[in-house]
């Protein structure tokens, strides 16, 4: 049952200052730098480093620092809030960051990164104003001008850093539909609008809820349990009501304050001793005492953090930093507002935008609103759709019920349009109080033309005398029975945020069809006829007719569909995948269609890989000469505008119906560069929807390489504005492990239009490397890898009220991708090889070799560069328990012949399970 209200305050005594974390997160080991000496004496350098210009230098390099002591030149940013990584340059920085001891304002804190003109160091949550200090061994710089800390960026600012430190196995958290969804309900009151009656405004909200559990399980079957908690008081923010809410302009909270808002409500529902893993949903309900805003939902987080930036002193001062083991999905709303607006945003935290396949998680992600459409007849399904007018609330469409699985398979009758003449008569049930089990007759049909374009047909029934809580105002213009028959269609493909469509759309007037009344589709000589709408009253059953091609059409417009399977909640589709040589296997298992999974092998760089893409045709035919364009985008980002460069175009000549053929081109990666790859099937002439013929993959795999601890890496990332308006796109991060820690330099950024900004994704193994599961250690205290996603969305509101209610729709923040880093903690490792010289052939070589430390099945490639310079030929071999290695590698060119000239031969550590990337020593040999 849904907590009811309680007059039992369960708060704790903790102060607001720190957070009350389930778990403790490993910490990094403060360890000091050994005392080196200061003093030079040229006689006890050994005689190679005396001989040597270049040893000379890098012993120089190395010993400077402690010699002569560090110099800060500037520091960035001059200003910032705490959790920023700040940028030290100079000179005569220690190369080992954990060489250099850093203080600001007397408080030390870690560095992340050096060289020996720069460093990277985290602003914690402990400092204060004051100037910089970095020591190496006993000498010490200090920076000109103090750091100062920044408060709360306003609304139109770039939001603050967001640094977190994982809990958990780092569990992605989804939302399923099916099963107990519960939600925490926080009210947060301004200091200057406060209740006058708390237990009023509660009391309020339970019924609300109240309302919302009975929709779902009514909608669902019984098959979604909302249960809810109300926290005892209210949440406390730290300013005026003006600080948080726009009544005159957007009618809603302020973007730049739902992070804010959201912090401390999952503070004060800590403190009162919820618990925030055991909720998928966080609702924080803005009092605004009976003023109207429209709402917001569909973003995520794990992470909750905020510092007003006041000094630590400051009894007042406010710093949260809440981590969760799974993602909690967030909605914002007032305290009055419809239950219906409450159902909607809860709706839109099921799962995520409309696909025909998905990834089981993609249904509610768009509105069915009319609004902003300059043709809003293209949006009249609102009317019969939650994720439209949701104030007069209305059932979810049959695309929606079926994918949110709340009807058994028996009661979808599923046709395939074909071009075979075909009529049939179809009893359909309106959604009563109970499924109905009659084999004879179904609750939803779905006519099905391809993967992109579906019909669905249903009938809706306003309650009447019963308990139906659902489909109380739809229009029924002269229908009997209270009820009718309602067609829409369904485009499946990828919709855009400013796209002048509504992938729902109902295929008639605003309002249910009655007897003799027919919907058509000329093109597929689609007609479906209400025969009879009352062949039962309640619940409602009507006998509908579907017939198409009775005439055969000579057009054959619309008779087939390309597709790219589209990315999953990971952003990375099943339809591409890298090959390295040696070619034809791969890194990651295939699945049950024969493709690999993730990336399939890691990009080989400076090497040719076959980037590999499936292409599939559904419909009634096949089709024939397909062009297909590979694109790569550097770095991997959030949000796409369009800035991707075409690697190669191929033709594929033919792909059966209801078939797939794969095609790859050829990709030489960049070193040092991640990468998001992309495809594109060009759109044909009768073609059904073009809106999802291309897929992208991001290339993702890192390695934090060290001993104790592992260094952090910074992964360069690019957040992206879809749109041709300036907006700001607001970031979270999930996924984080307990023993890791990320951090993202902003909450949300703002862009103009198609523009981009380039930043750094720091992820950082805290713990020593040994308590990392990885390879055949599998006792580790820590996940191996570390699966952070970094999701970004897009404000969007409406402006043009809804019909029937004649209410401003709800905001929402609509997903545009993301980016998802596999960060793989590894033993710092080398490795040596020799060649062969006893071997009697000439048109290949044997590599002996081995690593360090010693680990056995560790993957290992040995390269050859050609005399020509530009062929390679490449083996790959796994080590010994030893960590040794052998390996046999041809010599012969594309044509089988034996170039004359130099032979470059290299190995390399490759993607293995236990140590990190490694390259070995060149060697030449002559044919």
Known sequence: MAKRLTTTSRKKQATRKKAAPKRKAPKAPAKKPPVKSAKFDLAKLSPAIKKSPLRLRDWLDDHLPWLIGPRITSFDPPKAPRGTILTIEGWNFAPARADNQVTIGGTAVPVLAASGSMLKALVTKDVDDGPIKVTVGTRTANSATDFAVAGYPGDSDDGPPVFATGAGAGDAGDVNPIGTIRVLIVVCQATDRVPANFATVRT????????????????????????????????????????????????????????????????HAQDEGFTLDNYQMLCSVMFTNGAFIRAWGGSDTSTFSYDDGKPTSDPSHIHIDITLSHKINLLWIQENANWGRFAHEFGHNIVSAPTETGDGTATLGEDVYGSDLVDPGAATAQDFELMGNHDSHPLFTGFHLEKLGYYQAAN??????????????????????????????????????????????????????????????????????????????????????????????????????????????????????????????????????????????????????????????????????????????????????????????????????????????????????????????????????????????????????????????????????????????????????????????????????????????????????????????????????????????????????????????????????????????????????????????????????????????????????????????RRSASIRFEIEEKSQRKDSIVLHGAVGPARGDQRILADVLLPDGKTHRAAETRTKSSGAFDVRVSLLDDDRKLQPGTYQVQAFIFHASELADASSNLLHILR
């Open 412 to 825: 979808i009758k599923t046709l395939q349009w074909d071009r075979n003449p075909h009529q049939e008569d179809v009893d359909l049930i309106a959604h009563g109080l109970t499924e109905d089990g009659n084999a004879n007759r179904f609750h939803i049909l779905k006519i099905k033309v391809s993967d992109a374009l579906t019909y669905f047909v249903e009938v809706r029934q306003r309650p009447g005398t019963t308990t139906q809580i659902f489909d109380d105002s739809i229009p029924l213009g002269a229908a009997a029975n209270q009820g009718g028959v309602i067609v829409t269609r369904v485009i499946a493909d990828e919709m855009h945020n400013n796209q002048q469509t509504r992938f729902i759309t109902l295929m008639h007037d605003d309002r249910v069809l009655v007897e003799n009344e027919t919907v058509e589709d000329p093109a597929r000589a689609l007609v479906i006829t209400v025969l009879d709408d009352a062949v039962q009253a309640r619940p409602l059953v009507c006998r509908v007719r579907v017939a198409w091609a009775q005439t055969i059409a000579d057009d054959p417009n619309g008779s087939f569909d390309l597709k790219v399977e589209p990315w999953d909640s990971d952003w990375q589709s099943p339809d591409i995948w890298v090959d390295r040589d040696p070619f034809g296997s791969f890194d990651s298992p295939l699945d049950s269609e024969g493709r690999p999974t993730g990336n399939g092998d890691k990009p080989w760089v400076s090497h040719i890989n076959q980037f590999t893409a499936r292409v599939h045709v559904s419909g009634a035919m096949g089709a024939a000469n397909v062009k297909v364009t590979f694109y790569a985008i550097t770095p991997p980002g959030v949000g796409d505008n369009g800035n991707w460069s075409p690697i190669s175009v191929k033709t594929i000549a033919s792909i059966p119906q209801d078939g797939a053929i794969d095609q790859f081109c050829n990709w030489v990666p960049v070193v040092g560069k991640h990468t998001c790859l992309k495809v594109y099937a060009s759109p044909q002439l009768g073609e059904i929807s073009g809106g999802n013929n291309s897929a992208q993959e991001n290339v993702f795999d890192f390695q934090a390489a060290g001993s104790s601890p592992a260094d952090p890496i910074f992964i360069r990332t690019a957040v992206r504005n879809p749109l041709d308006e300036p907006r700001a796109i607001a970031l979270s991060m999930r996924g984080l492990p307990l023993g890791w820690a990320a951090q993202i330099p902003n909450a949300w950024v703002w862009l103009e239009g198609k523009a981009e900004k380039e930043f750094e994704v720091m992820v950082w193994p805290l713990a020593d490397i040994n308590v990392y599961k990885m390879g055949k250690q599998k006792e580790g205290r820590y996940p191996g890898t570390a699966p952070l996603r970094v999701a970004g969305f897009i404000p969007r509101s409406y402006s043009e009220e809804m019909p029937i209610t004649h209410t401003l729709p709800g905001s929402r923040f609509y997903p545009i991708g993301g980016t998802f880093y596999r960060v793989h903690a």
């Open 204 to 267: 309020g909200l339970n019924t609300r809820w109240t309302n919302v559990q009975t929709y779902y399980t009514q909608a669902s079957y019984g098959q979604t349990n909302v249960q809810f908690d109300i926290v005892s008081t209210p949440a406390q923010l730290d300013g005026t009501f003006a600080d948080f809410v726009d009544l005159t302009g957007a009618v809603n909270i302020i973007g730049g304050q739902l992070d804010r808002i959201a912090a401390i409500a999952a503070q």
